[in-house]
C-alpha cells in the first residue's frame, strides 16, 4: 500500500509570509502527527490529529496551526516565518495513534523548509 | 515535563564491532519507540517495547525495556556499513498521543 505521502517535499520562503504544508496517511489511518526536525532541536513534537480533532499539541506557537479533514488527510500551517522556522517538518501516520500497543507509526519523507 | 535522554550523541565503530545506544526518561513511559533515520531520509520505525524487562531482537539488533519502563537500550551486533543512521527512541507523555524522542545517536560505521 501507498506510504505517507507529504507536500511539497522542498520548498523556500521569505520571511513574513505564510506556508502550507500537505500531508496524506496510510489508506486507513486515522491519527496524523507532525514533528518539526532541526539539527539543534532534533524532532519535536507539534500536534497530532485523529478524525479531525486534535488531540494533543506541543509547545509551539500560535503561528504554526493544523487541521484534519474528513478523508484523514491533514495540513498544517505557518504564519509570519521567521527564519528559525526552517526546518524538515515530518508528518507521521498510525491507525490509533500514540501508546497503542502494537501500533505501528509511519513516517512521511518530509518537506524541507527554508525561511530566508 | 517528561524528558527522554539518548547517550552517546555520536559514535563511529569499524565494522564488525558492536554497537550501543541508551536512553532515558524521568518519567516512567508505557511503551518506548526505536527508530532509525538515514542521512537525508526520515525516521522508520523499528519497534515498540511495552512490557517492563522486555527483550525483542530482529536479527542483529537486540532492544531493551528496563524493569522500572524508564530506561531502554538498541544493542547492534556486528555492525555493517548498512546500520550507518541515527537511532531515536521515543516514548509517549502526557495523553499518549503525543510522542517524545530522544536527540538520537549518530552511528557511521567505517568499511
Known amino acids: 500500500k501507498a506510504g505517507v505521502t507529504q507536500t511539497p517535499r522542498y520548498l523556500i520562503k521569505t520571511r513574513g509570509q505564510q506556508v502550507t504544508l500537505s500531508c496524506s496517511p496510510i489508506s486507513g489511518h486515522r491519527s496524523v502527527s507532525w514533528y518539526q526536525q532541526t539539527p539543534g532541536q532534533g524532532l519535536q513534537f507539534l500536534f497530532e490529529y485523529f478524525s479531525e480533532t486534535q488531540r494533543n499539541k506541543g509547545n509551539f506557537p500560535g503561528r504554526f496551526s493544523g487541521r484534519q479533514f474528513s478523508n484523514s488527510r491533514s495540513e498544517m500551517n505557518v504564519s509570519t516565518l521567521e527564519l528559525g522556522d526552517s526546518a524538515l517538518y515530518l508528518c507521521a501516520s498510525s491507525l490509533l495513534g500514540g501508546e497503542a500497543s502494537g501500533n505501528t507509526i509511519y513516517f512521511g519523507e518530509g518537506s524541507w523548509l527554508t525561511v530566508v | 515535563g517528561q524528558q527522554v535522554m539518548q547517550i552517546p550523541q555520536y559514535q563511529h565503530v569499524q565494522e564488525g564491532e558492536d554497537f550501543t545506544t541508551y536512553c532515558n526518561s524521568s518519567t516512567t513511559l508505557s511503551n518506548i519507540q526505536w527508530y532509525k533515520q538515514r542521512p537525508g531520509g526520515h525516521p522508520v520505525f523499528l519497534i515498540q517495547?511495552?512490557?517492563?524487562?522486555e527483550v525483542k531482537k530482529q536479527k542483529r539488533l537486540t532492544f531493551q525495556f528496563g524493569e522500572a519502563k524508564k530506561n531502554s537500550s538498541l544493542h547492534i551486533t556486528a555492525t555493517q556499513t548498512t546500520d550507518v543512521g541515527t537511532y531515536f527512541c521515543?516514548?509517549?507523555?502526557?495523553?499518549?498521543?503525543?510522542?517524545?524522542f530522544g536527540k538520537g545517536t549518530l552511528l557511521t560505521v567505517n568499511p
Open positions: 517495547l511495552v512490557k517492563s524487562g
Open positions: 521515543a516514548g509517549p507523555q502526557g495523553s499518549n498521543y503525543k510522542l517524545t
